[in-house]
Every structure is written in C-alpha cells, then in structure tokens.
C-alpha cells in the first residue's frame, strides 16, 4: 500500500549549520507535501509538489528552506544556516486516495 | 484563507468514558474534513474523515459529525481505553485546480485517558 519513509529520523545540528531532510514516497505518488510541526503546535504547510516541480511554496518560511525533488520520485528539504527556531519535527505527506493524505514519521531535529 | 480552530488543546477522561474534540473552520468552500491520531514518534494517521455532503460518519467507537451552517465539525470517541491516548488534529481541505488538496490543520488535542 501506501507508504512515505523519511530520513533521518533525528537530527540534532550546530546553529549555523546547512541540514537535508529526504522524503521517499514509497509507491511513487505524484502530489508530495512538506509540513513542519514546532513542539506543541499543529501542522504548518511548507511545500508542495506534482512531479518535480513546485507549484506552491507559500509556506517556506525563509529563503534559507529549500525543496527539490527528482521525478515522482525522493524529495530533498534543505535548511541552511539553520537557527534554533528551524527547530522542529519535519513531515513528509503524500496523497491516499482522493482526499486525503498519508504522513512519514517526520524528522526531529533540533537545532543547538 | 482558512483558518482552522481546535479545542479543548488537553483532555482527561476516565476509562471507558467518550471523548469529544471540537474543531471550527472559517471558509465555506472547504469540502473535506478528516482526522488524524499522532501517536509519539510517529507521523499523524488518518482514523476517520467527512465530505461536507455528510452531516455524520460513525466506525466502531469513532464517530465525526458536521455542521456546514455553523461551520464546525467534531469528533466523538466512546468507551475510550488507554491506547486512545494520542493527539488528535483535525483538518479542513480546500481542493483546488492547480495544487491538488490543501489541507489546513487545527492546533491539535493531546488526549490522556486514564485507565
């Protein structure tokens, strides 16, 4: 069935260190979304992808996030000179049926 | 855009006890409304969802009620048991053309049942 793997699972990082986040939809779902979730706090829309391209990235929330993604395939979240408040669990998401979505099991990093 | 309110944000109930978490929502094109149970260290999990031309959705001891008037939709668990601690995020999606379901999400409710 549907599946989202996400690496790693933890990352703890330096202030001021770059970070990838990688987000394989298992069975090669065509929509992908990035979410991040702050401790405490719901889920906040980071990205949005159909194919490799990204026709929303509303939610990036500084020229520091960036997102790529090769074909229908992994999906790579960068966070550059990362500061404390990147801090946070990283959710990769990828359609289930028509509505609704299906979520990896995040990346908590931490930023120290 | 939408904005999505949840409440309470911490619930206590006694086993065996129900269990209701309430959730608001703002824009009246959002069309489909599901739920998600985030168990710790892991992604959140869809346990229950609604399309706005259903007023009640009910499987086995989950059961989801909406009010597209009112704009509000809850989401009820009876005779809880300890493995039904979890947060549980509602959510309001908006389907458009370009970029597929937007999905916006209430703050969450962290759920302690005690047995």
């Known amino acids: 069935g549907a599946g989202v793997s996400q690496s790693p699972s933890n990352k703890v990082t330096e202030k001021g260190k770059d970070v990838e986040l990688r987000c394989d939809p298992i069975?090669?779902?065509?929509?992908l979304y990035w979410y991040r979730q702050r401790l405490g706090q719901g889920l906040e829309f980071l990205i949005y992808?159909?194919?490799?391209?990204?026709?929303?990235k509303s939610g990036l929330p500084s020229d520091r996030f960036s997102a790529e993604r090769t074909g229908e395939s992994v999906s790579t979240l960068t966070i550059q000179r990362t500061q404390q408040e990147d801090s946070a669990v990283y959710l990769c998401?990828?359609?289930?049926?028509?509505?609704?979505?299906?979520f990896g099991s995040g990346t908590r990093l931490t930023v120290v | 855009g939408e904005n999505v309110e949840q409440h309470p944000s911490t619930l206590s109930v006694q086993e065996g006890d129900s269990a209701v978490i309430k959730c608001t929502y703002s824009d009246s094109a959002s069309n489909y409304f599901p739920w998600y149970k985030q168990e710790l260290g892991k992604g959140p999990q869809l346990i229950i969802d609604?399309?706005?031309?259903?007023g009640e959705k009910k499987d086995q001891r989950i059961a989801v009620t909406l009010n597209k008037t009112a704009k509000h939709f809850s989401l009820h668990i009876t005779e809880t048991q300890p493995e039904d601690s979890a947060v549980y995020f509602c959510a309001a999606s908006i389907r458009f053309v370009n970029t597929g379901n937007q999905f916006y999400f209430g703050t969450g409710t962290s759920l302690t049942v005690i047995p």
């Open positions: 998401a990828a359609p289930q049926g028509y509505y609704g979505y299906t």
């Open positions: 069975s090669g779902h065509t929509a």
């Open positions: 609604i399309r706005s031309n259903v």
């Open positions: 992808f159909q194919g490799n391209s990204a026709p929303d």
